[in-house]
């Protein structure tokens, strides 16, 4: 009876490990596979598709910058490496990445929105963001926007209100200055400066515009500047008479 007793424990055993075994072979394997497919050399890219407007990008250079920083394959992709030495290129201002069986990357690639020149070497796109591209890249009919630099979503956001409103008269904003005090002056596509002031910066804008035709409509030429800086009124410096 004991040696039957003791049969049927090396059998319990054995059902007990085999299973066991069965399954640390299939992590074991699973595990090895899982490292072989994660080398860089394992299934790598022979194609790159740039996907682009290309309105101030190349589509070679951008090719040239991905195949320079690329790393891994196509399970081992180490994407956060080259999308930012992709977002270094001033014009860039987005990627993101498709993997096509067995061989290709796809990089979508969106390009910065041009809203105005910052200063002498930037431009300002709507969401306050300011980059720095080369000079020769940067659109000709761009307004200008100076402000501090602490500023540029609040001044970008009056800007935008000020130009929608001065296109009613089909007018366009040519420069728009901001002190270091946030004081705002803007130059008007024909010539007159407006001098606005530090508060209800859109309000004194929208008003003026809309007296605009009655004040100055075809006497444009004859204005030099407009200050609205009075609670109840408006200040026009006309040109001298030669």
Known sequence: ?????????????????????????????????????????TL???HIQITSKETHLSAAGLEKVAWGNLQGGFFSLKGNRLKRALLDLPWVADVSFRRHWPDTLQIMVT???????????????????????????????????????????????????????????????????????LSYRVALSNGIIVVIGREAITQRFNRFMKLYPRLIGQKSAQVLRV????????????????
């Not at 319990?12 to 490292?35: D, E, N």
């Not at 609040?154 to 200055?177: C, G, H, R």
């Not at 200050?227 to 030669?242: E, T, V």
């Open 227 to 242: 200050d609205l800086r009075y609670a109840n009124g408006i200040a026009i410096r006309w040109k001298s008479k030669k």
């Open 111 to 181: 390009e910065q929105q041009p809203l105005a020149r910052w200063g002498k070497a930037g431009v300002i796109n709507n969401h306050g963001d300011v980059f720095y591209p080369a000079p020769k890249t940067i659109p000709k009919d761009l307004s200008i926007l100076k402000g501090p630099d602490r500023d540029e979503k609040e001044i970008v956001s009056n800007y935008q209100m000020i130009s929608d409103a001065a296109s009613a008269q089909n007018l366009f904003v040519k420069q728009f200055d901001v002190s270091s005090r």
């Open 1 to 41: 009876m004991a040696k039957g007793r003791r049969n049927n424990s090396s059998v319990s055993i054995l059902r007990f490990l085999l299973p066991m075994s069965l399954a640390a072979i299939v992590v074991g394997s699973g595990y090895w596979g899982w490292r072989q497919l994660m080398k860089p050399d």
């Open 44 to 46: 790598p890219f022979h």
